[in-house]
């Protein structure tokens, strides 16, 4: 079945430092992909998304490629902000009518002063 | 409001006692989605409803797990018998539709269950 697989946690990184978290995946199709964001004490929030091959989504400095040859998606952010500081989800949706989300284990970001 | 809101946002209950969560989606919404996140096991998906359509209920761990939706809008999460490894935040989503897979779905703050 399909899976995704994210970098454990939790991820510590001080103001204005260089983000990636990184994301792969295994579908039997071509899925759509996704990096949903919980803030602390609030609910899952759509990131960023990518639908085909080599589509960049980007959203709020973030940015992520859909690389198909290897079958990747990491997240990144040149610059990141304490504000950024939450969990960061990875997921997947395959294209054909309903499909439930697969997501990965999410990975915990921590961005200090 | 006009996100998902769900209740309660805490619940705490001792092993064998059923529990009832509920989701409210945002209004016009036809797909509603339920999904658990468990420590270290990310989110799994449980249970789906499109409009009247009969829900897709692959993702149920168990019989002990049901849901219900009333009038196409509020749904009920039921988990009978409870166990210690039920213990996880239960997540509501909908969408404006489910069918095409175009849309975004909206998630709620979850309901956090602990089985004593």
């Known amino acids: 079945g399909d899976s995704v697989t994210q970098m454990e946690g939790p991820v510590t990184l001080s103001e204005e430092a260089f983000l990636t978290i990184n994301c792969t995946y295994t579908?039997?199709?071509?899925?759509?992909l996704f990096w949903y964001v919980q803030y602390p004490g609030e609910g899952l929030q759509l990131l960023l998304k990518?639908?085909?091959?080599?589509d960049k989504g980007s959203n709020k400095g973030f940015e992520a490629t859909y690389r198909k040859e290897t079958t990747s998606f990491h997240l990144e952010k040149g610059s990141v902000q304490v504000s950024d500081s939450a969990v960061y989800f990875c997921?997947?949706?395959?294209?054909?009518?309903?499909?439930?989300?697969?997501f990965g284990t999410g990975t915990r970001l921590l961005v200090s002063p | 409001g006009a996100g998902v809101s769900q209740s309660p946002s805490n619940k705490v209950t001792e092993k064998g006692k059923d529990v009832e969560l509920r989701c409210d989606p945002i209004?016009?919404?036809?797909?509603l989605y339920w999904y658990r996140q468990s420590l270290g096991q990310g989110l799994e998906f449980l249970i789906y409803?499109?409009?009247?359509?009969?829900?897709?209920k692959s993702g149920l761990p168990s019989d002990r797990f049901s849901a219900e939706r009333t009038g196409g809008s509020v749904s009920t999460l039921t988990i009978q018998r409870t166990q210690q490894e039920d213990s996880a935040v239960y997540l509501c989503?909908?969408?404006?539709?489910?069918?095409?897979?175009?849309?975004?779905?909206?998630f709620g703050p979850g309901t956090r269950l602990t089985v004593l």
């Open positions: 409803f499109q409009g009247n359509s009969a829900p897709d």
């Open positions: 997921a997947l949706k395959e294209n054909t009518g309903f499909q439930k989300l697969v």
């Open positions: 579908a039997t199709g071509y899925p759509s």
């Open positions: 209004s016009g919404h036809t797909a």
């Open positions: 989503a909908s969408s404006i539709e489910g069918t095409s897979g175009r849309f975004e779905q909206f």
């Open positions: 990518a639908t085909k091959a080599d």
